[in-house]
């Protein structure tokens, strides 16, 4: 089903809702949803199919999992809190929640509720949860972060966290009084009119709905469990609904029929740089409260991408174009996707070119590599940089515990010169910067979006 066609001018979004399940096929996605705002309407197309066991089709009415997208919505969750007076972003998060603790003390006294929205709270990011699905599970899972260490001191730089928005979710559920898939029910998709989004596995049944493949086959199962659900590992919704959302933050925090869900001040400030990110090539350079933050040509453009178990989901946005788009996917190779559908879209409307991905520098050799060798940690694996008897570097990751299934058995892959003291990795060409000083003129953490502390 399209919506495509009557968008008139814009020739080139019927050439892509033409070309997408080629696209898709080439790339063993089997399904995908894509949804396009250009100032107020929405047009939407989909393909292929939703479940590859089953074969139904994705329709402009299936719902995806939007991934760590959810993120904005959190951050959303929390801007109205402050809105309202209740929550004061440079405030200790245990002001909210006393019971805070981690095992730097220090650290769980002085982290910030804004610090947790920037991911700079400089804790464990990544900690595997019990699959849990209680009203209650949230809070005791919080509750009992008291072995969670610390990989640097809050504030000190970015690291993507999806624990700093788990804790962040339980705030914004301590000072509601609700569990957080109510609140978002309550506050944000009952006000925007979102009939189809599903904060919940039960809910996401009664819909029509993707599962995520995983090495081409359905994945074991649907979602990991409530607990992570504000940094995003449930909720689903349709593409256009996402787009909705969208619309409300570039009105300034107003719904379509003129409900103010956010004030002006609160919208603006969650877009606004709020923290520099690491170079890491072609990603988002900063961050505001929920969005990353893109430098491009043609910009500013902000947005977030989202992936669980076999599902991709990326989101773009224009905002002094009123332009975004929404690319949801259910598997395969999503990228090549992404790069082409939501790239060909923000040239062909918004005059926007998102960069190329990186590449090696002329010469790919490292230089003064003694820098970059040793041993990196966090709490999901531990990380050997290494050089050869000719010279080459290599980096090993040996996943931690749990860990060990998500990231697999450890290889290792060669890495390259890019620019400065950011490699890239031989092959993905995944960028990771090497930051701080050891005081042996060693760096003192490897960074690839995630932090992690030198060890040896």
């Given at each position: 089903?399209?919506?495509?066609?009557?968008?008139?001018?814009?020739?080139?979004?019927?050439?892509?809702?033409?070309?997408?399940?080629?696209?898709?096929?080439?790339?063993?996605?089997?399904?995908?949803?894509?949804?396009?705002?250009?100032?107020?309407?929405?047009?939407?197309?989909?393909?292929?199919?939703?479940?590859?066991?089953?074969?139904?089709?994705?329709?402009?009415?299936?719902?995806?999992?939007?991934?760590?997208?959810t993120?904005?919505?959190?951050?959303?969750?929390?801007?109205?809190?402050?809105?309202?007076?209740?929550?004061?972003?440079?405030?200790?998060?245990?002001?909210?929640?006393?019971?805070?603790?981690?095992?730097?003390?220090?650290?769980?006294?002085?982290?910030?509720?804004?610090?947790?929205?920037?991911?700079?709270?400089?804790?464990?990011?990544?900690?595997?949860?019990?699959?849990?699905?209680?009203?209650?599970?949230?809070?005791?899972?919080?509750?009992?972060?008291?072995?969670?260490?610390?990989?640097?001191?809050?504030?000190?730089?970015?690291?993507?966290?999806?624990?700093?928005?788990?804790?962040?979710?339980?705030?914004?559920?301590?000072?509601?009084?609700?569990?957080?898939?109510?609140?978002?029910?309550e506050?944000?998709?009952?006000?925007?009119g979102?009939?189809?989004?599903?904060?919940?596995?039960?809910?996401?049944?009664?819909?029509?709905?993707?599962?995520?493949?995983?090495?081409?086959?359905?994945?074991?199962?649907?979602?990991?469990?409530?607990?992570?659900?504000?940094?995003?590992?449930?909720?689903?919704?349709?593409?256009?609904?996402?787009?909705?959302?969208?619309?409300?933050?570039?009105?300034d925090?107003?719904?379509?029929?003129?409900?103010?869900?956010?004030?002006?001040?609160?919208?603006?400030?969650?877009?606004?740089?709020?923290?520099?990110?690491?170079?890491?090539?072609?990603?988002?350079?900063?961050?505001?409260?929920?969005?990353?933050?893109?430098?491009?040509?043609?910009?500013?453009?902000?947005g977030?991408?989202?992936?669980?178990?076999?599902?991709?989901?990326?989101?773009?946005?224009?905002?002094?174009r009123?332009?975004?788009?929404?690319l949801?996917?259910?598997?395969?190779?999503?990228a090549?996707?992404?790069?082409?559908?939501?790239?060909?879209?923000?040239?062909?409307?918004?005059?926007?070119?998102?960069?190329?991905?990186?590449?090696?520098?002329?010469d790919?050799?490292?230089?003064?590599?003694?820098?970059?060798?040793?041993?990196?940690?966090?709490?999901?694996?531990?990380?050997?940089?290494?050089?050869?008897?000719?010279?080459?570097?290599?980096?090993?990751?040996?996943?931690?515990?749990?860990?060990?299934?998500?990231?697999?058995?450890?290889?290792?892959?060669?890495?390259?010169?890019?620019?400065?003291?950011?490699?890239?990795?031989?092959?993905?060409?995944?960028?990771?910067?090497?930051?701080?000083?050891?005081?042996?003129?060693?760096?003192?953490?490897?960074?690839?979006?995630?932090?992690?502390?030198?060890?040896?």
């Amino acid at each position: 089903m399209s919506a495509l066609g009557h968008l008139g001018p814009f020739d080139h979004l019927d050439r892509l809702a033409d070309r997408l399940p080629a696209l898709l096929a080439a790339n063993d996605v089997p399904g995908a949803s894509l949804a396009v705002l250009a100032g107020d309407e929405i047009i939407e197309h989909a393909a292929g199919v939703l479940n590859t066991d089953t074969g139904v089709a994705a329709t402009t009415d299936s719902i995806f999992q939007i991934g760590s997208i959810t993120k904005v919505w959190t951050a959303t969750l929390a801007m109205q809190l402050v809105d309202e007076g209740r929550l004061d972003l440079d405030a200790p998060v245990r002001e909210y929640l006393p019971g805070f603790r981690l095992r730097d003390d220090t650290a769980a006294r002085t982290v910030t509720v804004r610090q947790l929205a920037i991911h700079t709270g400089g804790f464990d990011g990544d900690i595997i949860a019990p699959v849990e699905w209680g009203d209650q599970a949230l809070g005791a899972f919080v509750d009992a972060l008291g072995d969670v260490g610390q990989i640097f001191p809050p504030g000190l730089m970015f690291s993507y966290s999806n624990l700093g928005y788990v804790v962040l979710g339980r705030l914004v559920e301590v000072l509601r009084g609700l569990p957080y898939d109510q609140c978002l029910r309550e506050r944000l998709l009952a006000p925007l009119g979102i009939t189809h989004a599903a904060p919940t596995p039960w809910e996401a049944v009664m819909r029509r709905a993707a599962v995520g493949h995983v090495a081409g086959r359905p994945a074991p199962h649907y979602a990991p469990g409530r607990i992570e659900a504000p940094a995003g590992s449930v909720l689903a919704m349709r593409a256009r609904d996402l787009l909705t959302f969208v619309r409300m933050h570039l009105r300034d925090g107003l719904a379509g029929d003129g409900t103010r869900l956010l004030s002006e001040a609160g919208a603006r400030l969650m877009r606004s740089r709020q923290v520099e990110q690491p170079d890491l090539g072609f990603q988002g350079n900063t961050r505001g409260l929920g969005w990353a933050l893109y430098g491009w040509p043609g910009g500013p453009v902000i947005g977030h991408d989202g992936g669980t178990l076999g599902q991709n989901a990326y989101l773009r946005v224009v905002p002094e174009r009123g332009i975004a788009v929404a690319l949801l996917t259910n598997g395969g190779r999503p990228a090549p996707v992404h790069e082409e559908v939501v790239g060909g879209v923000l040239a062909a409307l918004a005059d926007v070119t998102p960069p190329p991905r990186p590449s090696p520098a002329a010469d790919p050799r490292v230089r003064d590599a003694w820098r970059y060798t040793g041993v990196y940690a966090n709490h999901l694996a531990e990380t050997t940089v290494e050089q050869d008897a000719s010279g080459r570097l290599w980096m090993t990751i040996k996943p931690i515990g749990a860990a060990d299934a998500l990231l697999g058995a450890p290889e290792p892959v060669e890495l390259l010169a890019f620019r400065g003291d950011t490699l890239l990795t031989a092959g993905e060409h995944t960028a990771v910067a090497f930051l701080g000083d050891d005081g042996q003129g060693r760096a003192q953490y490897g960074h690839a979006g995630r932090a992690a502390r030198r060890i040896a």
